[in-house]
């Protein structure tokens, strides 16, 4: 793999008309064109880390979207950021949620001829230090960060072109390892739903209380203003970017000077964390499992409840079936919605008898250990893919060796 050749990246492109072209200029897609349904637009929001994210979008109409063909996405295209986010390159995936998307403004597709050249392997090739290199070489940061002269410089990258043959043996190994992934990603899915189904199906059971979310809580306060460090030794700060899915991710957090941060505002297990600010993530609920040390910053609320007087368990299980409502709370101008602490606090949550709190809990525990096993053992295998991904594009391992180090963790 060492004598792979390299060759500009359009030379790999479809046959296809405007199969690199960039998202829609100006006044071609505006906010004005955004509808409650249509077709979804991906803006960069849906490509964070090189994940694609399925979910977010703002659409606009079939109409607007056949105006702007040129910028219709399809399975397999490979996404650039060139506005902002540099360096973000993702690809629609193979089985995705909608039939048809639209890129936004700030985004160059291409599609690749996949007789000369496997999608996967180069959404693998820019996600590596070599594929970003190239990509950066070509960013200015004066004023916003962009690509120069976004398409003619992608359309010029340098990547390598092995043989299909190798190109596939190369994504069957690095996709053994997200395959694992995604099959973690559902276990925790399923773990939840079977939770919030084992809560509801308790409330109706029983005699069901409605109460106040202050009226059960020891702690009811939004977190820190972060002092950020880069010394591994500090505290883990969450931000708003970590709850998603009703669950706390590690990837985005930073970190914080540890000294300035009180003893109220480190998080106990248990915890309940809701996004308090903002636009598109407010109202967002999660659970704290981890043993670690940890603190939120400022524009989440901490909800710890009173273990003398509920299960915070099954209190955290009612505000997760609650976020629809607590979504909806957020009040303030367009750019700035804000769930203020008198508003979270009075929120009537519903919950089993004490009976039923005591009898699920178990049950809802090993659910939730369940959810946090798979989720754990997919951070091992993320850091995996990342330590092999340089490896192999690079030609200091061969895919062999890649096949026998994969086969133990699958």
Not at 36 to 52: E, S
Not at 199 to 204: E, G, P, R
Not at 282 to 309: K, M, P, Y
């Amino acid at each position: 793999m060492s004598e792979w050749k390299f060759v500009s990246y359009e030379s790999l492109a479809s046959t296809e008309k405007s199969s690199f072209s960039m998202g829609p200029f100006g006044s071609k897609i505006t906010k004005d064109n955004y509808v409650g349904h249509g077709i979804p637009v991906i803006r960069g929001v849906n490509l964070a880390q090189g994940t694609f994210v399925d979910d977010e979008f703002v659409f606009v109409t079939n109409e607007k979207a056949d105006e702007i063909l040129s910028a219709n996405v399809e399975p397999g295209d490979l996404i650039f950021t060139h506005r902002g986010t540099i360096g973000q390159v993702s690809m629609v995936p193979r089985k995705p949620r909608f039939d048809r998307y639209v890129i936004g403004s700030s985004q160059v597709k291409t599609r690749l001829d996949e007789k000369k050249a496997v999608p996967e392997f180069y959404y693998y090739w820019f996600q590596s230090p070599g594929g970003q290199h190239s990509i950066l070489a070509h960013a200015s940061t004066v004023g916003v960060p962009g690509i120069s002269t976004p398409l003619t410089s992608i359309r010029n990258l340098q990547v390598p072109h092995p043989k299909l043959s190798e190109q596939n043996a190369v994504v069957e190994v690095l996709g053994a390892l997200d395959g694992k992934i995604a099959i973690n990603e559902s276990i925790a899915a399923t773990s939840r739903q079977l939770g919030l189904t084992l809560f509801f199906q308790a409330v109706l059971e029983g005699e069901a209380v409605e109460v106040e979310v202050e009226s059960v809580s020891s702690t009811l306060a939004r977190g820190i203003a972060p002092k950020y460090s880069e010394s591994p030794d500090d505290l883990v700060v969450l931000n708003q970017k970590c709850i998603r899915d009703g669950r706390v991710r590690l990837s985005p957090a930073r970190l914080t000077l540890s000294g300035k941060v009180k003893a109220p505002k480190l998080l106990h297990q248990n915890d309940v964390l809701v996004n308090s600010t903002g636009v598109g993530t407010l109202g967002r609920v999660a659970r704290w499992t981890f043993d670690d040390s940890a603190t939120v910053d400022s524009h989440i609320t901490i909800v710890r409840f009173d273990e003398a007087v509920v299960d915070p368990v099954c209190a955290g299980f009612a505000m997760l079936r609650a976020q629809p409502e607590i979504e909806a709370m957020g009040e303030g101008s367009t750019g700035q919605t804000e769930l203020r602490r008198d508003q979270l606090g009075g929120l009537e949550i519903t919950l089993p008898s004490k009976a039923q709190q005591q009898r699920i809990r178990p049950k809802l525990d090993a659910l939730e250990g369940r959810a946090d096993q798979a989720l754990a053992e997919s951070v091992a295998l993320v850091s995996l893919r990342d330590a092999l991904l340089p490896q192999l594009m690079s030609g200091r391992l061969r895919v062999k060796d890649a096949e026998k180090i994969v086969e133990d963790h699958v």
